[in-house]
């Protein structure tokens, strides 16, 4: 069953259930399909399933850790490319992409305990922003591009639906 917001939570334990929901459906869209069809392009654009799952773990590292001053690993993003962190390379497995986003979210989720909402870091275009806005931006970024998941993993295999049902 899908994890729900708390329904009198505070703000902080909101907005991490809202983002773990979320979290929680990108895992499932590549439940169950094999390296081809994880790699496979799915758009005129290049999607697929395994690029948008290596790009949700740049962007979890970049928001949660580069924002606060926290270390990650190095993240695959290039000035000089701007889809880089969309595009699986042949040496990336499938287990290292997984393994990549897996310790991003538990980074991030280090990062989201130990500060509270108020808190401010820098953006990567330098502007402050508070870890609530953060937290708003990075809940928006893993649901559209969940979304994006569950369109391109019905064109794969015609699995279709929003979350896991029991």
């Known amino acids: 069953m899908a994890k729900g917001v708390p329904l009198l939570g505070?703000?902080?334990?909101?907005?991490?259930?809202?983002?773990?929901?979320?979290?929680?459906?990108?895992?499932?869209?590549?439940?169950?399909?094999?390296?081809e069809?994880?790699?496979?392009?799915?758009?005129?654009?290049?999607?697929?399933?395994?690029?948008?799952?290596k790009h949700l773990g740049a962007v979890e590292y970049g928001?949660?850790?580069d924002t606060f001053g926290r270390a990650?690993?190095?993240?695959?993003?290039d000035e000089d490319d701007p889809d880089a962190d969309l595009r699986v390379e042949q040496h990336e497995t499938t287990e290292d992409i997984v393994a990549f986003y897996r310790r991003a979210c538990t980074a991030a989720d280090e990062v989201i305990a130990e500060l509270d909402v108020e808190s401010t870091g820098t953006a990567w275009w330098g502007e402050d922003v508070s870890m609530r806005?953060?937290?708003?931006?990075?809940?928006?970024?893993?649901?559209?591009?969940?979304?994006?998941?569950d369109i391109?993993?019905?064109?794969?295999?015609?699995?279709a639906g929003d979350h896991l049902r029991d």
């Open 37 to 53: 069809q994880l790699r496979r392009p799915m758009t005129p654009s290049g999607t697929s399933l395994l690029g948008l799952v």
């Open 72 to 77: 990650t690993e190095p993240l695959p993003f």
């Open 63 to 65: 928001w949660f850790c």
């Open 152 to 159: 391109v993993r019905e064109l794969v295999d015609g699995t």
């Open 10 to 35: 505070g703000e902080k334990e909101s907005l991490r259930a809202a983002l773990d929901r979320h979290r929680d459906v990108v895992l499932w869209k590549i439940d169950g399909l094999d390296d």
């Open 133 to 149: 806005w953060v937290l708003i931006h990075m809940i928006e970024e893993v649901a559209r591009h969940a979304g994006h998941m």
